[in-house]
């Protein structure tokens, strides 16, 4: 008789464990999309790439605090598992998990390789948060909080404290909208070229000229009228009406670039954040990140409603069957017309008298935000940008 009822409970056993594991499993699965809902409902900008599989809590984060309670929580209630996740930054960077962009524009993808889509690009002496390295590729964190990926060639790697003394430095910025770093005074060689919003350290200077260091150490002349001193910059930075129209009409004709956010190419939502962004405030990357910024200002064409600054939206509506697509911005100039980038940085109208008149963004206009004077939590002060992030 024992050998005949053994097998029927060593059955049971296994059947019965395996519903505890595949509930356990799901258990855990439902746990870890709870807090990924919580704390990384953008993957843009928070990465929680986790999983349970054979009792074992794989993946990735730079979400600490989340990983933490998640991981209190199964302990709570006795769910046996292994950790195996990966806490960025990796320790294989060692105290290496800051960065300074050390090239006029950084260009950031979506992947680790040149083919990647651009995802964004970061100015010379954007401060980096660095997570991890693959193959000569970083995966960083923007100020605004952009995760991708920059070449090697792109950054100059830091410690912590590194980074603290290089924030003591006395800088200066880029006014002009294009300009070069020069070997010597005499415009022999160029050592790099230069974009407006770029940051770099005084080491002196004379009458027309500034001698300055780049964030990873070369060094080299810059004319003195295509800067400002960091301090006076941020004193000057305002988003009164005329000074982002100035800074916008500036931009005229600037190339469409999927990615870009500065003089050399920019698509709709880097233009909108370059305006911002040279008058003082960090803005959101993307339009469908924007637009969840700021105070409603209309959604019914009311063009007598907006200011001058204010940023509009447009896309396709949501329905039941489908959410609402985010996927053009372009700011209010005032007199019906707005600008913004589509081929080329422009300016459109709503008035159809107007040469201007763009009955395109018309109809696939979504509403109005206003981010000029409005707190918020996304929206950041430069003067915040030399801190350590």
């Known amino acids: 008789m024992k050998k005949i009822y053994i097998p029927i409970f060593v059955s049971l056993i296994s059947a019965s464990f395996s519903c505890n594991n595949k509930e356990s499993s799901e258990e855990v699965s439902n746990l870890i999309e709870a807090k990924r809902a919580e704390v990384a409902p953008d993957k843009r900008v928070a990465l929680w790439d986790l999983t349970f599989e054979n009792d074992s809590l794989k993946g990735e984060t730079n979400q600490p605090e989340a990983l933490k309670a998640l991981i209190e929580s199964l302990n709570s209630k006795q769910i046996k598992y292994t950790d195996a996740v990966n806490r960025l930054p990796d320790a294989g960077l060692g105290e290496k998990t800051k960065g300074l962009v050390t090239i006029s524009v950084a260009n950031i993808r979506s992947n680790p390789k040149h083919s990647a889509e651009l995802a964004t690009q970061a100015l010379m002496g954007t401060p980096l948060n660095v997570l991890k390295e ?205 600008i913004h980038s589509r081929g080329l940085v422009r300016i459109s109208s709503f008035d159809p008298e107007n040469p201007n008149y763009d009955e395109y963004e018309l109809n696939r206009y979504l509403r109005t935000k206003r981010i000029v004077n409005v707190p918020s939590e996304n929206v950041l002060s430069v003067s915040e940008l030399l801190t350590n992030n």
């Open 134 to 338: 693959d193959d000569g590729w970083y995966l960083v964190q923007t100020p605004d909080g952009y995760l991708s990926w920059v070449d090697r060639a792109g950054i100059h790697l830091m410690t912590e404290a590194e980074l603290e003394h290089w924030f003591k430095e006395p800088k200066v910025v880029i006014t002009a909208l294009t300009g070069y770093v020069w070997k010597d005074e005499a415009k022999t060689e160029m050592v790099s070229d230069l974009v407006a919003g770029d940051i770099l350290t005084i080491q002196s200077e004379t009458k027309d000229q500034l001698k300055i260091s780049l964030p990873d150490g070369r060094e080299g002349f810059i004319s003195a009228d295509e800067a400002q001193e960091w301090n006076s910059w941020i004193a000057s930075r305002n988003t009164n009406p005329e000074t982002l129209i100035s800074t916008a009409k500036q931009m005229m004709g600037a190339p469409y670039l999927w990615g870009g956010t500065s003089i050399k190419g920019v698509d709709c939502s880097g233009f909108t954040k370059t305006i911002f962004y040279l008058n003082g405030q960090i803005i959101p990357r993307d339009a469908s990140q924007q637009i969840n910024e700021g105070d409603l200002v209309d959604a019914d064409k009311n063009w007598d409603k907006l200011q001058v600054g204010d940023l509009l939206f447009f896309g396709t509506k949501g329905t039941d069957e489908k959410k609402e697509r985010v996927v053009h911005v372009g700011m209010w100039i005032g007199n019906g017309e707005f």
